[in-house]
């Protein structure tokens, strides 16, 4: 993924998060005010009862009149008309509490307007741990009786009324911040991959300078009469000149695969022949096989064999596939098949190699990935021939697939499109 598209993520997801937020945060605010009003509601509900209970025991049949105010927000006063036994107002407003699902701690008294001050002041408790000391009422001066009752506890009842709302939006929280660190994380990783890379893309252009150098000095050295005529030197002069032509399609390897992941592959799109290809790996490998006693099977049943690739890398997706079978197998048996398939054309190429454990197939197109081996590395690499072969085969709209079993071999089946008819 690109950084400027990594970027726009991030910035989306961070907006998108933000919004998110801000509108669980107001329905939070919302629920609260509505668990408010519903607290409100219950408590005039309650103390209407207690009034019309002390009306109703002094047989008073007049019509009833709302009789409950509230001076402050956790406090409500109820005029009871009528002197009654404190007793018996305590069993009114517990019992009508209760039936108003109002189980939440409160201080209650009774004011007699004729002395001007509170009578039988009482706490009621739901919670044994809480400190039931007798508190002040607001200071409010009337001509009447009335019954006071003052919530203690009225905003922490009210929260624990919201406590899904609550858990909620602190899982949210929770949520958005882990979010938040994984994208720290990242953005990081990302930022030290692109070091990586550009560090791994820069030397590889600086290997350039000496691999020609050592080539150059080659070819001087095996046009020189005395080593001409030394064939330890001769054969010397050789190995430096293989090894450098190895290094060198290392170095190219890197370059490409870097390239086509910039999205920026050099390629030169032409129709290829598949069989024509296949028979030009088979003649560049004949020699190297032949040392280890292998041989090639070839079953070409395709008919439709053109492909749209461009012939170089397309040559050398193969090349690596062959050159993988011939590493890993102690006597190769490399077996090469196309046929054709719902207008696509397949190639496979099936060794008799060590095989690969199945935990290891979706790992083995990544860059640098070798499968482990302990401490052994008889077969030397990079570990970039499988991930230039997916990367290509993509960049050709092709498709790779792999079938690998330990000491049976693999099996590495290509898929291409096959030439549009003009």
């Known amino acids: 993924m690109k950084s400027s598209t990594l970027r726009k993520l991030v910035v989306v997801a961070a907006i998108l998060s933000v919004c998110i937020l801000a509108a669980q ?6 629920t609260y005010a509505l668990e408010e009003k519903e607290f409100n509601v219950k408590v005039h509900s309650a103390l209407n009862e207690v ?3 002390v009306r ?3 047989h008073d049949s007049a019509p009833f009149i709302e009789a409950v105010e509230r001076p402050t927000i956790n406090y409500y006063i109820a005029n009871i008309k009528y002197r009654i036994n404190g007793d018996s107002i305590e069993n009114y407003l517990k019992s009508a509490l209760e039936e108003n699902d109002l189980f939440t701690s409160y201080q209650f008294g009774i004011y007699n307007a004729a002395k001007g001050k509170f009578e039988h002041i009482e706490t009621v408790s739901f919670n044994p741990e809480e400190n039931n000391h007798i508190r002040p009422f607001p200071p409010l001066q009337k001509d009447y009786d009335y019954l006071a009752v003052l919530f203690t506890n009225r905003q922490k009842y ?8 609550i858990f909620s939006t602190l899982m949210l929280i929770i949520m958005i911040i882990a979010f938040a660190l994984t994208l720290l994380v990242l953005l990081r990783q990302k930022l030290l991959s692109e070091i990586q890379k550009d560090f791994i893309n820069n030397m590889t252009h600086e290997f350039r300078t000496p691999i020609s150098t050592i080539q150059l000095a080659t070819e001087v050295l095996k046009k020189s009469a005395c080593i001409q005529q030394n064939n330890r030197l001769l054969n010397y002069t050789r190995i430096i000149e293989n090894e450098t032509s190895h290094l060198e399609r290392q170095v190219e390897r890197v370059l490409q695969i870097a390239q086509i992941e910039k999205g920026v592959p050099q390629m030169h799109i032409e129709k290829v022949d598949v069989h024509t290809v296949i028979q030009h790996c088979v003649l ?3 020699h190297r096989l032949q040392q280890k006693s292998g041989q090639f099977i070839l079953e070409l049943q395709a008919k439709e064999t053109c492909v749209e690739a461009d012939a170089v890398h397309f040559t050398n997706i193969l090349f690596n596939l062959i050159d993988n079978a011939i590493k890993y197998s102690q006597q190769p048996i490399i077996t090469l098949r196309t046929w054709n398939e719902h207008q696509r ?3 496979s190429v099936q060794d008799n190699g060590i095989g690969i454990p199945k935990q290891y197939h979706k790992l083995l197109f990544s860059q640098f990935f070798r499968v482990p081996t302990g401490n052994l590395h008889e077969v030397k690499g990079f570990g970039l021939g499988l991930n230039y072969v997916k990367l290509y085969t993509r960049a050709f709209k092709g498709k790779v697939h792999v079938e690998s079993e330990p000491g049976k071999g693999s099996n590495f089946t290509l898929s291409f499109p096959t030439c549009k008819i003009s």
């Open 56 to 58: 109703l025991s002094q």
């Open 51 to 53: 009034v019309q209970r």
């Open 345 to 347: 054309v397949y190639i």
């Open 284 to 286: 560049d490998f004949e």
């Open 158 to 165: 009210i929260i624990g009324e919201m406590n899904f709302w």
């Open 25 to 30: 945060i107001y329905w939070l605010k919302k």
